[in-house]
């Protein structure tokens, strides 16, 4: 991939860069115009190093993830990710991205499930760099870039998981009694700074839902719906949500059914 930054897409990458350490020497007005500025955005670097994971062979049969299909065929990524989640004749269920690539890395490449699970997020408190599958992820949903968010609604089993991930979402529970909507169902709600996207505003949940998988400057490191899946059942308290699970698919099914017709803006930069 080639890009040109500019000398201040270089400084602000600089700064991006340095964001988690130095946040407080930032003023909020300068730290806005940073991540405003696109080609500045680390996020590209990552996407960079997911590529070359993707076609270097690897794992016990030795195999590339280039014949991974993420349904519109072996190795068709372009447009692949503005169509999911989706149905998944082989697995028998529907997919979000991180899950697909997930089922890839064990069928094609034969890495054992269960320590991939182990570790599928990098701990930014320990200034990880970003796990396989992170990276893999933003390479895949850039080759969707500019393109709508379309995913298919047709397969009952896609009908459903859209359903159950909408009362899942208003479905209170865990020590705080919270449900998503709690803090996402209305507008004008925030946390601290931050505001919540409100699911039900078509414009809000469009710009929050194109740029994902996105940079978190906070964490200095790539980030994609699973980790928000996570982090948001921290919010509430309750225990670890498995990642790739059925539950967390149909939150992002219901998530990217509400945007559908937005146009993927990636990588995205947040908070
Ligand atoms: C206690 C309040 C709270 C609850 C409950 C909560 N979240 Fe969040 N959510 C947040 C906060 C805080 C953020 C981060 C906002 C930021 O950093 O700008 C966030 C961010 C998000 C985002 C990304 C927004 C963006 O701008 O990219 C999504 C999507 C999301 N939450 C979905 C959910 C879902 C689904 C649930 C239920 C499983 C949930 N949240 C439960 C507080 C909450």
Redesign the pocket.
Known sequence: MKRNLTVKGMAALALALAAPVAMGEVSVEEYRAMLADKDANPGFLVIDQGEVLYKTKRGPKNASLEKCDFGLGPGKLKGAYAQLPRYFKDTKRVQDIESRLLTCTVTLQGFDEAEIKKKTFADQRYNETNTDIEMLAAYVAYQSNGMRINPPLKHPAEKEARKVGEAY?WNRHGPMD???A???AEDGKR?RL????NVYNKKDIQA?MS??P?YRVSHGVARNMQH??WD??W??RTPDIEFGSPATTA?ISF?THQAKGGTYDLPGM??
């Open positions: 979402f919270f449900s998503c709690t803090c996402h946390v931050q505001n919540l996207v929050t740029t994902w996105t928000r899946m948001c059942h919010q509430m939150l998530l947040k908070r």
